[in-house]
């Protein structure tokens, strides 16, 4: 019987252990999309105690604590903090077969090695660990990245931001780590919201135009997508509930944006051809910067009305959303490929179902030269476990090259979650083990440990930064 999260952890074979050692255990990380803070890893500060840095902005955590039946004040309220830790301890015996029971476990062992399994007998003596621990330099936000080897991040930011953070970082020779933004334009795109007005207000004064037409407004994105540009960046990120293709004129639009500016309301077609001409002119900008446009599809969100009201958005009360995306899809990729304007392009899905369409959806595009160009994203959110994980590169293997895969991503707020990578190559070197033993590949360790760098970081560095 093996020991829980021995060196072995989720390894069921000779080979997966050897590809994993020889192959994965040094690989540094390529966080292509993430939410971290860059404010925080510019002020360097170390956290109070293990609840300010392991439980705050982690709606995965607060989800499952909430199924627990835990009280909101011990989740995202004004209890104290070592309450906080205590309830999050209660919780943990019960997620046995949840990826967060792994995670946790891996955080404590990777970052404060601490073996010891948490538990509401074991929480005070790891908290006052921890937190002893947090208190030294190795600590710090810089010093948790390059501990972890980290030697990319892609942060998630609104074309509103000054990039403060993200130029003050990149002045830094002390600071080895690249922390680029990433252009999340969730205000442009989502014409409907209340806030819509508003944000586009704001737009024209951090772009220094007013923004009186549809032409002014693409005037003004373009110009923040070469700020972004020239501040680092290199990828975009959407926000996709569904995607619904609709072709419409510049004109339609121009119309569409008048009467929204108007305070008049819009139909659902209007909303869909609205969103569908500004995808495309948005991936025109990205095309013409060689940037890497990364549509997350499929969530349904704040499905809590009363829970939204009280404490926000984006607090853990999100689904998986019903998606009738191929068609959609096919048409906005096949658009942009038309105007050879199609940008190297993730695909992410939250509902498994969807794993067939895009698995089959990436194979329709291609660039002479580019391996890859269209690639089928890494189990996200509610599919970054074990299954997950692996019947999305199942998934991708069997209709498409997995060689070619980007691979993983932390898609958190924490400087913690580097654990995540770990898991992944776990996952991949015992799939790729499995394979082998059962006969099913040549067992060449050369080819499997060559593929196993490049999916854990290679493919996706040379997807990015444009690596040979």
């Not at 409907?192 to 005037?219: C, M, N």
């Amino acid at each position: 019987m093996k020991r829980f999260m021995d060196e072995n952890f989720l390894l069921n074979t000779d080979t997966a252990v050897q590809l994993y050692e020889n192959a994965a255990s040094q690989l540094p990380i390529f966080d292509f999309h993430c939410h971290l803070d860059p404010k925080e890893v510019w002020e360097n500060q170390p956290y109070r105690n293990i609840t300010q840095l392991w439980l705050g902005g982690d709606h995965y955590k607060w989800r499952v604590m909430r199924m627990h039946g835990i009280g909101e004040q011990y989740i995202t309220g004004d209890a104290d903090d070592w309450d906080k830790f205590k309830a999050w301890a209660e919780t943990m015996p019960h997620l046995i077969g949840n990826p967060l029971y792994h995670w946790t476990h891996l955080e404590l062992k990777n970052v404060f090695g601490i073996e010891k399994i948490l538990s509401p007998d074991t929480a005070s003596e790891i908290w006052e660990e921890c937190n002893r621990k947090l208190q030294q330099p190795e600590f710090l936000p810089r010093s948790l990245i390059e501990r972890a080897r980290v030697h990319f991040i892609g942060t998630t930011d609104d074309p509103l931001s000054t990039l403060e953070y993200h130029e003050k970082l990149g002045k830094e020779e002390s600071f080895k780590s690249i922390i680029a933004p990433t252009f999340r334009p969730d205000g442009a795109l989502f014409i409907e919201r209340p806030t819509y007005t508003d944000w586009i207000g704001k737009l024209g004064v951090v772009s220094g135009q007013t923004i009186h037409s549809l032409d002014a407004f693409l005037q003004a994105l373009q110009s923040r997508v070469d700020y972004f540009a020239e501040h680092g960046g290199r990828a975009s990120d959407h926000d996709i509930p569904h995607l619904e293709y609709i072709e419409a004129s510049k004109e339609e639009v121009a119309e569409i944006f008048n009467i929204r500016l108007s305070g008049q309301q819009l139909t659902n077609d209007e909303i869909a051809a609205y969103r569908s001409f500004m995808l495309k002119e948005l991936g025109k900008m990205y095309a013409g910067k060689g940037w890497v446009m990364q549509l997350h599809m499929g969530a349904l969100r704040s499905t809590n009305t009363k829970m939204k009201e009280l404490i926000g958005p984006d607090t853990g009360f999100d689904s998986v959303g019903e998606t009738n995306l191929a068609q959609g899809l096919a048409r906005f990729l096949d658009a942009l490929d038309q105007e050879d304007a199609l940008p190297r392009t993730v695909l992410f899905n939250l509902n498994p179902k969807d794993n067939a369409v895009l698995a089959g959806m990436m194979g329709n595009f291609y660039e002479e030269g580019v391996p890859g160009k269209i690639q089928f994203g890494s189990g996200w959110w509610f599919n970054d476990h074990i299954d997950g994980m692996e019947k999305q590169m199942k998934d991708l293997a069997n209709v498409g090259l997995l060689s070619h895969f980007i691979g993983m991503l932390t898609d958190s707020r924490s400087f913690l979650s580097y654990a995540r990578h770990e898991y992944f190559r776990r996952i991949l070197c015992n799939l790729l083990g499995d394979w082998a033993e059962q006969g099913l590949v040549p067992n060449d360790m050369k080819s499997l440990e060559r593929m196993v760098r490049n999916i854990g970081y290679d493919n996706a560095e040379k997807f990015f930064l444009h690596r040979s």
